[in-house]
């Protein structure tokens, strides 16, 4: 999937025949000996159903962020939790990244595990295990973590914790809104975890300020909060609180991307700050909920239109027809333990029949209309060529809760061999 061989960190267990959606493996193989197995997905050397990433277009979204990301000279730290893979997080970081941002200890414990050197863990550290994963892992001296605070009250247990380790824990000061999820509310409130952090400067290290714009979901409602995000960052650093240099502000989920990198761009902090973005699914985008918020970003933003080029959905899920039991009617060995069906049924993109040539574009017409644990019913017209046997690869919606259903993904390059392969940690 690079050009140069992964890191020893980047490779991960053995591949062995217990993970579905690969071939009959004999014995375990290392993860960089998986393209020497010669398998191809149209020869049916895989068990389907399988999980595929397409390794020209996860390229081309990887280069699309970074130049989006270029343009307005702000970091990325994309949000890991999407695909849990070491493999697509070293791709990320060889193509620029930041970091890696993720949710919760043990995430964390993976990346670093598997190479990764600087975390932004985009949630509260609460807990009295959760902070001794993370306290090992400071221990590293070359291992840079940042989490979220949004009380005094978590404040006063990191201090104690982190002051009784002999350690410092750097920390952003999460900002909310009424009604979303977690983060600060209130002058009042935030003036009191800003004392709490004052009487535990030696163990918690205020870094910077995190949002998360999508608990909103119209566009004046965002700016007002990047805005007041600003403004509260700005009243913090003249009141000579943070303890980094630059000072980190960050937000940005995979919707809204485009108007937080312009709204934080334009505060012209200079050098005082760093601007990072958060945006996960980028990578490998979808033909649902993030295609829509790419549609609005291509249509909107004076960058995504210079560029013209656009994401690309890189992920499929490929599956056979096992019946026809009626004239309008498939079924499909795929279903809820395979894709994801919380933001829309997965969608035909291919059809192949083994023999053929390549494969064709599944027709407009074809719908999955319900899925149950191993079945999707897929509505066909009555004189439609489909025989039990036949392959589909489904277009996703939700890439995060695809990801999780499989250990292991196959990438395939542009005639269909497997040339990688892509392990999950969830």
Not at 266 to 271: G, P, R
Request: glycine share 8%; hydrophobic share 45%; with cysteine.
């Amino acid at each position: 999937m690079n050009s140069r061989k992964a890191s020893p960190e980047m490779i991960g267990r053995p591949i062995d025949s217990l993970n579905k959606g690969l071939g009959f493996i004999e014995a375990p193989v290392e993860q960089d000996g998986i393209a020497r197995l010669g398998w191809n997905l149209l020869r049916e050397d895989l068990s389907l159903p399988a999980a595929v990433l397409y390794e020209d277009r996860l390229k081309h979204n990887l280069a699309w962020m970074q130049e989006f990301i270029a343009a307005y000279g702000v970091q990325l730290a994309p949000h890991g939790k999407t695909t849990m893979a070491p493999r697509l997080f070293e791709m990320q970081l060889q193509g620029g990244a930041w970091g890696i941002t993720l949710a919760t200890a043990h995430q964390s414990r993976v990346a670093h595990a598997h190479g990764v050197r600087r975390v932004l863990m985009a949630n509260q550290l609460v807990g009295k295990q959760n902070m001794a994963i993370v306290a090992q892992l400071l221990r590293d001296p070359d291992f840079e973590f940042y989490c979220l605070v949004d009380s005094a009250q978590q404040v006063e247990q990191l201090g104690g914790f982190f002051s009784q380790a002999g350690l410092r824990l750097r920390v952003l000061i999460e900002l909310g809104v009424a009604g979303g999820r977690a983060g600060v509310r209130t002058e009042r409130h935030l003036q009191s975890m800003l004392d709490a952090l004052v009487r535990w400067n030696d163990s918690v290290a205020l870094c910077g300020v995190e949002i998360y714009e999508g608990v909103l979901d119209n566009e004046a409602s965002i700016r007002d909060f990047l805005h007041h995000a600003v403004d509260v960052t700005r009243r913090i650093a003249a009141a000579g609180l943070f303890q980094r240099s630059p000072l980190l502000l960050s937000g940005a989920g995979s919707a809204w991307y485009d108007v937080v990198a312009e709204v934080f761009s334009a505060a012209q902090f200079e050098d005082a700050v760093e601007v990072v973005l958060r945006p996960g699914c980028y990578l490998t985008h979808d033909i649902g909920a993030y295609r829509a918020a790419q549609a609005r970003i291509q249509q909107s933003n004076p960058v995504a239109q210079r560029m013209k080029a656009e994401l690309l959905p890189a992920l499929n899920v490929w599956a056979y027809v096992q019946s026809v039991p009626e004239a309008d009617r498939a079924i499909v060995a795929m279903g809820k333990r395979d894709a994801a069906f919380d933001a829309g049924l997965p969608a035909p993109a291919m059809h192949y029949r083994p023999g053929d040539a390549a494969p064709k574009p599944a027709p407009a017409h074809w719908t999955v209309t319900k899925m149950m644990d191993q079945h999707a019913y897929l509505r066909i017209a009555p004189l439609d060529d489909l025989c039990v046997g036949d392959m589909i690869g489904f277009d996703i919606s939700h890439p995060c809760l695809t990801f999780d259903k499989w250990r292991t993904l196959v990438v395939l390059n542009a005639q269909f061999d497997v040339v990688d392969i892509v392990q999950t940690f969830f």
